[in-house]
């Protein structure tokens, strides 16, 4: 009988080729899933794939859209802008006879946050060492705040899909506990003080620089950049380490655009209101050469803007904190303070937050202070966001008068203890400040302040060239601030007085 059943195999085979060979499944795009927030007040794409030609038809709330497939099967349908919703909805896509359904969506606000290990580090692994995160825990019960963790490994180009489904996991206690620390703290207190959902996807991997994340297409922004893709083309990983200015790629995720291809590119259509980022220690550590990272950043801003296609998406990054773990890292924090020139930017000072090695635990006064930006900056709270920023100097004889950005409040001695808010220290001296003349070598430096500038002396310096503050790989007593309480960035008031030889491999 074997030889007629497989006559009958051959002509079912032949009787249905169009049902069973080419009929494609409708999908949606990965990102989208149950419990996700879609992004408010702006147009929303939805989008995925099916067969050429194939109608697609998209429903949520009171909208329907509709779409071809095209010659490559992808479909896409723009919503109109959104009203806010804590109400969970289905998002529903037809095609034909095939229909996807996916449910418990609210509208809300939605960020990125990536970055690598410090924005990576959890609630539950802050917990561990602030008993203030075990009670965030207790009371995460935020069911409005919703993450997603894009896991996918690097890819060598760009990839149209995650490479599988995302999931995206409501607040609360039981849940809270994985996500980044940092994230968390940034949409409790959005989500506080705005009363709407809060949405954040999290696609920070540890341990990476920051070439990972900065699109192929925006390497052509500098020499030190052109260089990198060459050599990455040429897969030439020692002379990226090589490279002044280059960085040590210890494997092909640490490439140029690696990370980007597979955790950004698949969902840069996905409509959200801004990007937080916390990286830089892979680009300071042990051999490691910081220079040139202030045009990396200015890349990956520029690269994601254009990717995400919003010329003015907001972007909000964290200075490296003072719990230093290579000589790089004073250079490191000076290249991310020259790196806050471009329009909706800002970046966050951690100088003065407790804690010791690569992560430090207080995460909370991190999120809370980057909230503090796209509070100010993009929901219209009239609040401070941003400690004393280094403005210009003015060389008098002996001494250099020094004028800062964001001190209309005044400025103060000030110590922080814990998350505690910092409290002036009228009868203590500024620490930390420098002074250097024409013969190259930095002093200990007086500094005292003058209203809402600086006034800094050294005994050892009768004409200044230049100052710099908090300029260590561990500066201790961080203790300049303006008088709404947020920290002043380190600084060099002349980048070009600064020489730094890092111990790269000959």
């Known amino acids: 009988m074997r030889p007629f059943i497989n006559h009958l195999l051959v002509v079912a085979a032949t009787l249905l080729p169009v049902a069973v060979s080419y009929a494609a499944e409708m999908r949606v795009a990965g990102i989208f899933a149950d419990h996700m927030v879609l992004q408010c007040e702006q147009p929303v794409r939805i989008w995925g794939w099916a067969d050429e030609g194939d109608r ?26 959104l009203a806010v919703s804590v109400q969970g909805r289905p998002l529903r896509v037809d095609s034909g006879r095939q229909s996807v359904v996916i449910d418990d969506i609210l509208v809300g606000e939605v960020w990125h946050a990536s970055g690598q290990s410090n924005m990576a580090m959890t609630v539950g692994a802050v917990s561990r060492e602030l008993d203030a995160a075990q009670a965030d825990i207790v009371a995460a019960n935020l069911p409005a705040i919703r993450f997603s963790r894009i896991h996918a490994a690097e890819s060598s180009e760009p990839l149209s899909d995650l490479g599988q489904q995302a999931t995206w996991t409501v607040c609360t206690p039981e849940t809270v506990s994985r996500f980044s620390a940092v994230a968390f703290y940034f949409a409790q207190r959005l989500h506080a003080e705005l009363g709407v959902p809060i949405g954040i996807i999290d696609s920070s991997r540890g341990g990476t620089p920051i070439e990972p994340f900065i699109p192929k297409t925006a390497f052509d922004a500098h020499p030190t950049l052109k260089r990198e893709l060459e050599l990455a083309n040429q897969g030439d ?44 220690e892979s680009n300071c550590g042990v051999q490691e050469d910081p220079r040139d990272y202030q045009h990396k950043m200015r890349a990956l801003i520029k690269g994601w803007r254009q990717a995400l296609e919003n010329e003015e998406l907001p972007v909000y990054f964290v200075q490296l904190p003072g719990s230093g773990a290579g000589d790089g890292w004073p250079y490191l924090r000076e290249q991310q303070r020259l790196a806050t020139d471009l329009p909706n930017s800002g970046m966050v000072v951690t100088v003065d937050i407790d804690g010791a090695a690569i992560h430090p635990p207080n995460k909370i006064d991190v999120g809370q202070r980057l909230a503090s930006w796209a509070l100010a900056k993009d929901y219209g709270h009239k609040i401070a966001f941003s400690g004393p920023m280094f403005d210009r100097q003015e060389i008098v004889g002996d001494r250099a008068v020094l004028h800062f950005h964001h001190a209309e409040s005044g400025l103060m001695v000030a110590d922080k203890e814990g998350l505690a808010a910092p409290q002036e220290t009228p009868d203590s001296e500024l620490a930390n400040f420098e ?8 002093q200990p430096a007086k500094a005292k302040i003058e209203g809402k500038t600086i006034v800094v002396t050294s005994a050892n310096v009768s004409s200044p060239l230049a100052v710099r503050y908090a300029y260590s790989v561990t500066p201790d007593n961080c203790n300049l601030y303006n008088r709404n309480g947020l920290p002043a960035s380190p600084f060099c008031t002349r980048p070009d007085t600064l020489t730094y030889d890092p111990k790269l491999p000959k």
Do not use: C
């Open 56 to 81: 697609v038809t998209v429903t949520f709330a009171d909208q329907t859209a509709e779409a071809s497939a095209d010659e490559q099967g992808a479909w896409s349908v723009t919503l109109q802008p």
């Open 237 to 280: 990983l020692d002379g990226i380490w090589k490279l002044p200015g280059g960085v040590r790629a210890r494997d092909t995720n640490w490439l140029p655009g690696r990370l980007f291809h597979s955790r950004i590119a698949p969902i840069r259509l996905f409509t959200v209101r801004g990007a937080i980022w916390y990286q830089g």
């Open 435 to 442: 002074m250097i003349d024409k013969s190259g070598m930095w």
